[in-house]
């Protein structure tokens, strides 16, 4: 009997995965990796710097991003929308955002929600989450 049912949940498991690949699924290209790269506390306020490398010949006319930020306990800080406005392709750009009032130390790792923006001059079906990789420098995760 258990063994019957592990075959019918490996089949159910099974069925979609060579469905895709007989199908010829490739998994998105990446075209923007964002690397979480430093934190630095000015007061009471979070500096955080992330590098965005554009490695597609993709524009992006608008990118903005809901991030929930978290302690080392795993309790939400904060979730916010950052706007990082304009992409060029090809292109590594450094910005910047301020999470005020927070103390940079407390934060034990940042997930990338969604993104909220993502008008670019590419095919529409690009959803951007997908295309997206992150990295980070330092002790503080960062994933989807």
Not at 17 to 38: D, R
Not at 58 to 63: G, L, S, Y
Not at 122 to 133: K, L
Request: aromatic share 6%; glycine share 6%.
């Amino acid at each position: 009997m258990l063994k019957k049912a592990f075959r019918v949940i490996a089949l159910a498991w099974a069925i979609p995965v060579i469905t895709a690949v007989a199908a010829g699924a490739q998994p998105a290209p990446e075209m923007l990796s964002i690397e979480l790269n430093a934190l630095n506390q000015n007061a009471a306020a979070c500096q955080v710097y992330v590098v965005i490398d554009n490695v597609s010949e993709v524009a992006f006319a608008k990118f903005s991003t809901d991030l929930v930020l978290f302690d080392k306990g795993g309790l939400i800080l904060k979730r916010l929308t950052t706007d990082f406005g304009r992409l060029r392709p090809n292109k590594i750009h450094v910005m910047s955002f301020v999470v005020d009032p927070l103390d940079c130390a407390a934060i034990g790792r940042v997930v990338l929600n969604d993104v909220i923006d993502c008008e670019h001059d590419g095919s529409n079906s690009v959803d951007c989450i997908d295309v997206i990789r992150l990295s980070y420098q330092g002790d503080i995760g960062f994933e989807k």
